[in-house]
């Protein structure tokens, strides 16, 4: 049972916008930045967001971060077929002194 | 550019032991927080443990507390995971992660990932 709750999939047509929930408590996202991490199959992670809404270079403008009291959503916009992956969001839990992450939303674009 | 690569993993029995190293450049590994996550064969990822740029903290998940320890080499750029009582359980692929942030106030989650070594445990 992951600490942050995401929905375990998602899916939307090219072209479409599609949100990603990731919701946690005052102890994690409530107090601290969250990141947002994109996994296409059999690679390592890469950073989406970072700070609730800031991009990498080179992460496309499509993809935006935001988040409002315990929760955080993660936009993708102008949905494409190579958006097809894992995300996972995580922020570091002031309780705990751990990281936490999302049990990962799948995203499938039909 | 910053690059991190793992090295290390292989298959253990239960109860033995193994050390994953992370060799670090392209930036200034003295001066950043490090992370080890792993990702057990179709499941999400989980946190294992973090250092401070110094050593000077430590943290670790409640399943590998005890077990793992976590430790840095600043002259030579590595980063190491001492695992000791492997179980079935910590089966995955162990990934390096370079914090996003020098600022030492709090933990920033990873923002760089190495491409990760493979840990079986299996008799």
């Known amino acids: 049972q992951s600490v942050l709750t995401q929905p375990p999939s998602a899916s939307g047509t090219p072209g479409q916008r599609v949100t990603i929930s990731c919701s946690g408590s005052s102890s994690n996202i409530g107090s601290n930045y969250v990141y947002w991490y994109q996994q296409l199959p059999g690679t390592a992670p890469k950073l989406l967001i970072y700070?609730?809404?800031q991009r990498p270079s080179g992460v496309p403008d499509r993809f935006s971060g935001s988040k409002s009291g315990t929760s955080a959503s993660l936009a993708i916009s102008g949905l494409r077929s190579e958006d097809e992956a894992d995300y996972y969001c995580a922020a570091w839990d002031d309780s705990l002194s751990v990281v936490v992450f999302g049990g990962g939303t799948k995203l499938t674009v039909l | 550019q910053v690059q991190l690569v793992e090295s290390g993993g292989g298959v253990v029995q239960p109860g033995g032991s193994l050390r994953l190293s992370c060799a670090a450049s392209?930036?200034?590994?003295?001066?950043?927080?490090m992370h080890w996550v792993r990702q057990a064969p179709g499941k999400g990822l989980e946190w294992v443990a973090f250092?401070?740029?110094?050593?000077?903290?430590?943290y670790y998940a409640d399943s590998v507390k005890g077990r793992f320890t976590i430790s840095r080499d600043n002259s030579k750029n590595t980063l190491y995971l001492q695992m000791n009582s492997l179980r079935a359980e910590d089966t995955a692929v162990y990934y390096c992660?370079?914090?996003?942030?020098?600022?030492?106030?709090?933990?920033?989650?990873?923002?760089?990932w190495g491409k990760g070594t493979t840990v079986t445990v299996s008799s």
């Open positions: 992660a370079k914090a996003h942030s020098v600022d030492t106030a709090m933990v920033y989650p990873m923002d760089v």
């Open positions: 392209g930036f200034t590994f003295s001066s950043y927080g």
């Open positions: 700070r609730n809404n």
């Open positions: 250092i401070r740029y110094d050593g000077s903290n430590k």
